[in-house]
């Protein structure tokens, strides 16, 4: 722990919650700061400012207090654990807590949520949310290599791309009626062509939806 310029903190927070960045007024539970840790590491990473409001104002934080239970939620409550790293720095004479939480090496990272179950996260835009069953399946099979000139497509998967190309996104649903396959044939399917990064998940009016790499932050979904 140390203390560091005020500057490079105000200049975070001037870029408001996105989707590697969170604000958190306090910590009052170390349960659900286990989610937003599982979130960013299920996602590219991310960070948390403890002590700044939603609006950016800052209002300061107990840091050794704050530090334990980020420690405590990252070690206890994460499965894997993960870690974290936390930077105190004072602004306007108030400590502001940043924790710096990396991408996971082994996904899916999972949380307890509020029945004591262990779940999925994932950062999307400004917000922690659920991963599908579809996402969880593809986050275990991720891999940091594909192959992707010797894929040869079955029909299925080109009616898929086809698809994609022109609409934009798909459920898995929407792709079980567009083939005919079963559940599993699908995410037999999207899993393999996810781990090749030929698609990506994403997530769009509260849908999962298959899409193609260049499409994922701009969805013109049917489905």
């Known amino acids: 722990m140390e203390y560091r310029s005020k500057h490079f903190i105000q200049k975070l927070i001037t870029e408001g919650e996105h989707e ?15 989610r937003s840790i599982s979130a960013f590491a299920n996602n590219s990473g991310g ?3 403890i002590g700044v409001k939603d609006n950016g104002k800052i209002v300061g934080v107990s840091s050794d207090e704050e530090i334990y239970m980020i420690e405590q939620a990252a070690q206890m409550y994460c499965r894997p654990p993960q870690q974290v790293e936390c930077t105190v720095y004072r602004v306007e004479g108030k400590p502001v807590l940043k924790v ?5 090496e082994q996904k899916p990272v999972k949380a307890l949520d509020d029945n004591n179950r262990w779940r999925t996260y994932y950062r999307k835009r400004d917000e922690n ?12 099979q991720q891999s940091n290599e594909s192959d992707r000139g010797s894929i040869v497509y079955t029909d299925n998967e080109r009616m898929l791309l086809e698809y994609l190309r022109e609409h934009g996104g798909i459920t898995i649903e929407g792709y079980m009626k567009l083939t005919h396959v079963s559940r599993a044939a699908a995410e037999h399917t999207a899993v393999n062509l996810c781990k090749m990064q030929v698609l ?8 999962c ?5 260049n499409d994922a932050d701009e969805i013109r979904a049917e489905h």
Not at 200 to 207: A, E, K, L, R, V
């Open 47 to 49: 960070r948390l400012l």
């Open 20 to 34: 590697h960045q969170d604000f958190k007024y306090q910590i009052s539970d170390a349960k659900k700061i286990a």
């Open 209 to 213: 939806l298959l899409v193609l790499p």
């Open 129 to 140: 949310i659920e991963a599908s069953s579809l996402h969880v399946k593809v986050l275990e």
């Open 200 to 207: 990506h998940i994403t997530y769009h009016d509260g849908s």
């Open 100 to 104: 710096d939480i990396g991408e996971a």
